[in-house]
């Protein structure tokens, strides 16, 4: 193996530049004659809008313009914002105008754009804009919002539905009636948010030569914001540009479409000057997509000896205000409750609910964190109640490597039956228990409770659809310079594409990765892409890469033996060379072949070749790939203060085939810290009028470098069937057990006290009052 070709732990090509301060992030872009945009915002979660009085914005000097809805051109006013994955369960799909038409249904939702010299003078005038708010009564729970007769989201909806659907699987019903057990769980997972270093941002410029407009934005897809920003304006392709820069963090809200953009856009093209608008903290916690609230109420069916039988309840997820990506979380919640166990029967009613908060969208683990967590805690309820062992009982639920593939009866998000290609699970979690000391931890416990010191364990599992279609884009080129350079429709936020992808091409051509140019995130460079999301882009992007650099190599190899006059089986790739395997000096470089491909003017092209020394190929998986997962935590309880110290942390992983190791390690590390925020810290508090209360990191707290403990990581890899290099994804599976694993592990620490833990985060306050009068006790 080479030292960066595939599967080598290559340092990251991002980092010096990153490291040097040297990072081009969007608000790193300036422009001459530049103006500033900032957004008047409604401060109420539910309101009729009268009358705009922009007249006091526009008096003060340094301000160019005040947009309202009336302002905006007519492809814009005439149509909401794209909702990006439709679907026919959606009853009554709402989405937001651009600017607030003559309703805002939460607080922050965009109802004027004033663009200005300088931020300071916009943000100043947007406190001038006038706005006549009647205040409507706002819907602040979704589970109230089904109750009949209830106040609605949207003024004129007949109720707060957005859809609803069952998912099922066998006879759950008749499998309850004979089943030895039946146990029932409530579980509530609160509102959390991404929260990036890098909050949302772009530069919008208007180009009147050729009618075009370039938008430099923080984005996790550039095309399909440039699909977007195309269907609002009424544009022809080649009328938009989208370049996507360094970007801090994505975490899912950044792949989506928001009306800022159509903005920045419009403004630009009207006062024919570049216009940018950088997110501020306070608008990220108000008006950037958030995720993890949902209801579940679940009964588990099984046998004398904790066999699963049957699996069934109700699903309650809230969408907010609006539904940009459909039924994408639910659906994904509740296809992903399986996991890795044997279920012959499922039935579980889902229902998505509007409410006046900001929409949920997808965040790091898009709904398959919660149903992780509701599956486990179902089987940490069949282990007590069975008086087994936690890891005992999922060893005998466990889907078999010998099942495999495996499909589990329902249809998944990308349209496909749950088919899992590949995976030995109760291998990985023998691996994670052995890495954590599962064995001795009971004795540990023992010690620790016989000095006062509450320490507990928690098991979870997980499997993870990665890999989503339709496709991703690359094309390999090697130019007449002789440079090798990959262009790919994959949009990254830190996950090392330039570094990975790299590797592949640099695998196909011999060469070092110092060699190979990756270009991601801008639309003129290749003509399709979808972006990275979903843990997709290795399983997709880094198969184009390998096809293109196979159909490149071989088309070199084929030049290079008709200028050699030798057989193409002679010759190998190294170095920058084709040359004869068996005399290496006696070669061509591929800048001498790349010249070659491009033809000579007035002479036909040698050997029906096409010209140029490039290929693009749009790897297309016929599934999702499945990656799994299990965590091990082990955690001691402050009992006086609820503060939760992980003493342990343990994961194995299995992606199939790993690229880079060290790539996958960072991803599977930062995961469980993002875990680790959603299990004990971060939770977005709204009052009885869906008003924000935890609107500043003094209120909602993130999990400091002192709350992440080491990981240690052991990588198991079943390669995937579904793809030519054996990839599946590893964004998000660090944080999609975590979350589970650390609440279990908490339960089982203050199980003298007979707490039980039915939600998430369990902050130390949340802890302090489960354990009620035993804290109080303590603290007397």
């Given at each position: 193996?080479?030292?960066?070709?595939?599967?080598?732990?290559?340092?990251?090509?991002?980092?010096?530049?990153?490291?040097?301060?040297?990072?081009?992030?969007?608000?790193?872009?300036?422009?001459?004659?530049?103006?500033?945009?900032?957004?008047?915002?409604?401060?109420?979660?539910?309101?009729?809008?009268?009358?705009?009085?922009?007249?006091?914005?526009?008096?003060?000097?340094?301000?160019?313009?005040?947009?309202?809805?009336?302002?905006?051109?007519?492809?814009?006013?005439?149509?909401?914002?794209?909702?990006?994955?439709?679907?026919?369960?959606?009853?009554?799909?709402?989405?937001?105008?651009?600017?607030?038409?003559?309703?805002?249904?939460?607080?922050?939702?965009?109802?004027?754009?004033?663009?200005?010299?300088?931020?300071?003078?916009?943000?100043?005038?947007?406190?001038?804009?006038?706005?006549?708010?009647?205040?409507?009564?706002?819907?602040?729970?979704?589970?109230?919002?089904?109750?009949?007769?209830?106040?609605?989201?949207?003024?004129?909806?007949?109720?707060?539905?957005?859809?609803?659907?069952?998912?099922?699987?066998?006879?759950?019903?008749?499998?309850?009636?004979?089943?030895?057990?039946?146990?029932?769980?409530?579980?509530?997972?609160?509102?959390?948010?991404?929260?990036?270093?890098?909050?949302?941002?772009?530069?919008?410029?208007?180009?009147?030569?050729?009618?075009?407009?370039?938008?430099?934005?923080?984005?996790?897809?550039?095309?399909?914001?440039?699909?977007?920003?195309?269907?609002?304006?009424?544009?022809?392709?080649?009328?938009?540009?989208?370049?996507?820069?360094?970007?801090?963090?994505?975490?899912?809200?950044?792949?989506?479409?928001?009306?800022?953009?159509?903005?920045?856009?419009?403004?630009?093209?009207?006062?024919?000057?570049?216009?940018?608008?950088?997110?501020?903290?306070?608008?990220?916690?108000?008006?950037?997509?958030?995720?993890?609230?949902?209801?579940?109420?679940?009964?588990?069916?099984?046998?004398?000896?904790?066999?699963?039988?049957?699996?069934?309840?109700?699903?309650?997820?809230?969408?907010?205000?609006y539904v940009p990506w459909g039924i994408v979380l639910p659906w994904i919640a509740a296809t992903t409750v399986p996991g890795p166990y044997v279920i012959p029967?499922?039935?579980?009613?889902?229902?998505?609910?509007?409410?006046?908060?900001?929409?949920?969208?997808?965040?790091?683990?898009?709904?398959?964190?919660?149903?992780?967590?509701?599956?486990?805690?179902?089987?940490?309820?069949?282990?007590?109640?069975?008086?087994?062992?936690?890891?005992?009982?999922?060893?005998?639920?466990?889907?078999?490597?010998?099942?495999?593939?495996?499909?589990?009866?329902?249809?998944?998000?990308?349209?496909?039956?749950?088919?899992?290609?590949?995976?030995?699970?109760?291998?990985?979690?023998?691996?994670?228990?052995?890495?954590?000391?599962?064995?001795?931890?009971?004795?540990?416990?023992?010690?620790?409770?016989?000095?006062?010191?509450?320490?507990?364990?928690?098991?979870?599992?997980?499997?993870?659809?990665?890999?989503?279609?339709?496709?991703?884009?690359?094309?390999?080129?090697?130019?007449?310079?002789?440079?090798?350079?990959?262009?790919?429709?994959?949009?990254?936020?830190?996950?090392?594409?330039?570094?990975?992808?790299?590797?592949?091409?640099?695998?196909?051509?011999?060469?070092?990765?110092?060699?190979?140019?990756?270009?991601?995130?801008?639309?003129?460079?290749?003509?399709?892409?979808?972006?990275?999301?979903?843990?997709?882009?290795?399983?997709?992007?880094?198969?184009?890469?390998?096809?293109?650099?196979?159909?490149?190599?071989?088309?070199?190899?084929?030049?290079?033996?008709?200028?050699?006059?030798?057989?193409?089986?002679?010759?190998?790739?190294?170095?920058?060379?084709?040359?004869?395997?068996?005399?290496?000096?006696?070669?061509?470089?591929?800048?001498?072949?790349?010249?070659?491909?491009?033809?000579?003017?007035?002479?036909?092209?040698?050997?029906?070749?096409?010209?140029?020394?490039?290929?693009?190929?749009?790897?297309?998986?016929?599934?999702?790939?499945?990656?799994?997962?299990?965590?091990?935590?082990?955690?001691?309880?402050?009992?006086?203060?609820?503060?939760?110290?992980?003493?342990?942390?343990?994961?194995?992983?299995?992606?199939?085939?790993?690229?880079?190791?060290?790539?996958?390690?960072?991803?599977?590390?930062?995961?469980?810290?993002?875990?680790?925020?959603?299990?004990?810290?971060?939770?977005?508090?709204y009052d009885d009028q869906a008003q924000l209360l935890t609107g500043t990191f003094a209120d909602y707290l993130l999990p400091l470098a002192t709350d992440v403990?080491?990981?240690?990581?052991?990588?198991?890899?079943?390669?995937?069937?579904?793809?030519?290099?054996?990839?599946?994804?590893?964004?998000?599976?660090?944080?999609?057990?975590?979350?589970?694993?650390?609440?279990?592990?908490?339960?089982?620490?203050?199980?003298?006290?007979?707490?039980?833990?039915?939600?998430?985060?369990?902050?130390?306050?949340?802890?302090?009052?489960?354990?009620?009068?035993?804290?109080?006790?303590?603290?007397?």
């Amino acid at each position: 193996m080479s030292l960066t070709g595939f599967g080598a732990s290559a340092p990251r090509k991002e980092d010096p530049a990153l490291l040097r301060g040297e990072g081009q992030f969007v608000d790193d872009i300036h422009f001459p004659a530049m103006l500033h945009a900032a957004f008047v915002r409604s401060p109420h979660a539910h309101a009729s809008i009268g009358r705009i009085d922009k007249s006091a914005a526009l008096a003060l000097p340094g301000v160019h313009a005040v947009f309202a809805f009336a302002d905006l051109p007519e492809p814009v006013r005439r149509q909401t914002l794209p909702l990006l994955v439709p679907h026919p369960s959606l009853r009554a799909p709402r989405m937001p105008y651009a600017l607030a038409k003559d309703e805002v249904c939460y607080a922050g939702e965009p109802v004027a754009c004033v663009v200005a010299d300088s931020r300071y003078i916009a943000e100043d005038a947007a406190d001038r804009v006038e706005v006549a708010y009647e205040p409507l009564p706002a819907v602040n729970d979704c589970r109230a919002a089904l109750a009949p007769g209830t106040t609605t989201a949207h003024a004129e909806a007949d109720s707060n539905v957005a859809a609803r659907f069952p998912v099922q699987v066998g006879d759950a019903d008749r499998a309850f009636a004979g089943a030895a057990h039946v146990f029932r769980e409530r579980i509530y997972q609160h509102r959390g948010g991404p929260f990036f270093m890098e909050c949302r941002g772009a530069v919008a410029r208007y180009e009147k030569p050729t009618d075009a407009y370039t938008l430099f934005v923080s984005s996790q897809g550039s095309h399909r914001l440039k699909r977007c920003l195309l269907d609002m304006f009424d544009l022809g392709d080649h009328q938009v540009r989208v370049v996507t820069p360094d970007v801090g963090g994505g975490f899912g809200p950044k792949g989506s479409f928001y009306p800022e953009y159509v903005n920045l856009a419009f403004a630009a093209r009207v006062l024919d000057r570049p216009v940018k608008w950088i997110e501020d903290r306070r608008e990220n916690f108000l008006a950037t997509h958030q995720e993890r609230d949902q209801y579940w109420d679940m009964e588990i069916a099984v046998d004398r000896d904790g066999h699963i039988l049957g699996l069934r309840g109700e699903l309650i997820h809230e969408t907010g205000a609006y539904v940009p990506w459909g039924i994408v979380l639910p659906w994904i919640a509740a296809t992903t409750v399986p996991g890795p166990y044997v279920i012959p029967s499922f039935k579980l009613d889902v229902v998505s609910v509007y409410t006046n908060k900001i929409q949920t969208t997808p965040v790091r683990g898009a709904g398959r964190p919660e149903a992780v967590v509701t599956m486990e805690r179902l089987m940490d309820r069949v282990a007590r109640e069975l008086e087994l062992d936690p890891a005992e009982v999922r060893r005998r639920n466990f889907i078999r490597p010998e099942q495999m593939p495996y499909n589990v009866g329902i249809i998944f998000r990308d349209g496909r039956p749950v088919t899992y290609d590949s995976g030995d699970y109760p291998a990985c979690q023998a691996a994670a228990l052995e890495a954590s000391g599962y064995d001795g931890f009971r004795q540990r416990q023992a010690q620790a409770r016989s000095l006062g010191r509450h320490i507990g364990i928690g098991i979870a599992n997980a499997v993870e659809a990665t890999g989503l279609g339709p496709y991703e884009s690359a094309t390999v080129r090697i130019s007449t310079s002789g440079k090798i350079v990959v262009y790919t429709g994959a949009t990254p936020q830190g996950q090392s594409h330039k570094t990975t992808l790299g590797q592949i091409a640099a695998e196909q051509f011999g060469v070092g990765l110092d060699d190979v140019t990756v270009v991601t995130g801008d639309t003129a460079a290749i003509s399709l892409g979808i972006g990275t999301f979903a843990a997709r882009t290795a399983a997709n992007a880094g198969p184009s890469v390998h096809l293109a650099g196979l159909e490149v190599a071989l088309k070199a190899k084929t030049i290079a033996a008709g200028m050699m006059e030798c057989l193409l089986e002679d010759l190998e790739l190294a170095d920058g060379y084709v040359r004869l395997k068996s005399a290496p000096d006696v070669r061509k470089s591929l800048r001498e072949i790349a010249v070659r491909s491009v033809g000579m003017p007035g002479f036909s092209m040698a050997g029906e070749l096409e010209p140029g020394l490039e290929h693009t190929a749009h790897f297309t998986p016929a599934q999702s790939a499945y990656s799994n997962g299990t965590h091990v935590a082990e955690v001691e309880v402050d009992i006086e203060t609820g503060a939760v110290l992980i003493l342990r942390y343990t994961v194995a992983h299995d992606c199939g085939r790993v690229i880079n190791p060290m790539v996958v390690d960072g991803q599977v590390i930062g995961g469980v810290a993002h875990g680790i925020g959603n299990a004990l810290f971060e939770r977005l508090v709204y009052d009885d009028q869906a008003q924000l209360l935890t609107g500043t990191f003094a209120d909602y707290l993130l999990p400091l470098a002192t709350d992440v403990p080491r990981i240690d990581l052991v990588h198991l890899e079943t390669p995937s069937p579904l793809n030519p290099l054996g990839i599946k994804g590893a964004g998000e599976g660090g944080t999609i057990p975590a979350i589970a694993a650390i609440v279990s592990a908490v339960e089982n620490a203050l199980a003298p006290f007979g707490v039980r833990i039915a939600e998430a985060p369990v902050t130390p306050q949340r802890i302090v009052e489960l354990l009620g009068s035993h804290a109080l006790g303590r603290t007397r």
